[in-house]
């Protein structure tokens, strides 16, 4: 697998990244036990995925 890092982000690119990290962010500050996947397609993040646990006390 081989990774490619631009040396320079458009602004319409910087913005999506921008609002993904904020998404993510606001799904982790709610998230108490879990999990997050990212799904990225052509350097862009076109899903996010939350699968939220409940835990029982026994």
Known sequence: MSHQHPTSVAPHERKDIVASVEKLR??????????ITVTVHDARV???????????TA
């Open 46 to 56: 076109v899903q996010i995925d939350v699968t939220e646990r409940t835990r029982l």
């Open 26 to 35: 606001s799904v982790l500050e709610h998230l108490r036990f879990g999990s």
